[in-house]
């Protein structure tokens, strides 16, 4: 069966709303549920936070589509607690559903996925940033990360680079546990923590620290800052490779002509492949 292309945003979805309320024994704010492309969610009547997602079978991979649970055994992260989950087949589609209840986010998200303009962040939130990410990048799993849904694998890796970048050699070496999906709108402010873990699991070195700062371009100082303070990663091989895998889709062949991130993603990009070629 061909799996349907949705948009929750755009789909009804209370029939969902009524199983996730009967399973987990809550009540959902359904004025203030907030839709997304593949998920929505809402605040509950326990002062906790339901978020459900859509995932065709296809997408859940050797993992599961436990990503929220299972992100509960990380340590010295930033990130809400997670209580309880429920997920079915549906019955008509080749479609997962997940609903799984967190405790509620100690801000508001910094802003969209990309950003347009610079956010107030205080040292204190760069500060718990890093401290997340390097406490996340010491800690292991048999997870794999899945980035847009996609299984992150070397061959993943290889073609989305040198669909844009012919020349680079892209073997990869060192493998950390990542977010997957660290972009502004899964960060909060004036607190840190970092949320939506469904995609979370092992990738290349670097790979949130180049997803953030791929979201970051657009302001061109944030892009600098992002760098600068995960310098760390992203002065490494694989934190090199991995800013022409997120600025490779930035560029690749469905770039978007008035994506205003397209002339700082090719400028760095440029300077990366020349940093990655080999010296005599």
């Known amino acids: 069966m061909t799996l349907r292309s949705v948009d929750l ?30 998920s929505v969610g809402a605040r509950t009547d326990r002062g906790t936070w339901v978020r459900i997602e859509r995932r065709g079978l296809d997408r859940i991979g050797v993992q599961g589509g436990d990503g929220i649970a299972s992100a509960e055994a990380l340590t010295e992260v930033a990130k809400p607690a997670w209580f309880a989950g429920v997920a079915w ?12 209840e967190t405790e509620l ?49 070397q061959e993943l890796v290889t073609g989305t680079i040198r669909g844009v970048f012919p020349d680079v050699d892209t073997s990869l070496g060192e493998w950390h546990p990542a977010h997957a999906d660290f972009n502004w709108a899964n960060l909060t402010a004036p607190v840190f923590c970092a949320f939506d873990w469904e995609d979370w699991g092992m990738a290349p070195r670097g790979l949130d620290a180049a997803t953030l700062w791929g979201a970051s371009l657009a302001v061109p100082s944030l892009a600098d800052r992002v760098r600068s303070e995960r310098r760390c990663d992203l002065e490494t091989r694989d934190g090199r490779l991995m800013t022409l895998f997120v600025a490779a889709k930035i560029l690749g062949p469905y770039a978007d002509p008035d994506d205003p991130r397209l002339g700082a993603a090719r400028e760095t990009a440029e300077r990366v492949v020349l940093e990655l070629q080999p010296r005599c």
């Open 89 to 100: 087949r549906d019955e008509t589609e080749p479609v997962m559903w997940r609903a799984d």
């Open 105 to 153: 986010l100690p801000g508001t998200p910094v802003g969209s996925a990309v950003l347009t303009k610079e956010p107030r962040l205080s040292e204190e939130w760069w500060a718990a940033l890093n401290a997340s990410l390097d406490a996340l990048r010491g800690q292991r799993t048999n997870r794999i990360a899945t980035p847009d849904t996609e299984t992150l694998t």
């Open 9 to 38: 945003r755009k789909e009804p979805v209370e029939g969902v709303l009524d199983r996730v309320e009967r399973s987990l024994g809550m009540s959902l704010d359904r004025e203030r549920v907030v839709r997304k492309r593949r």
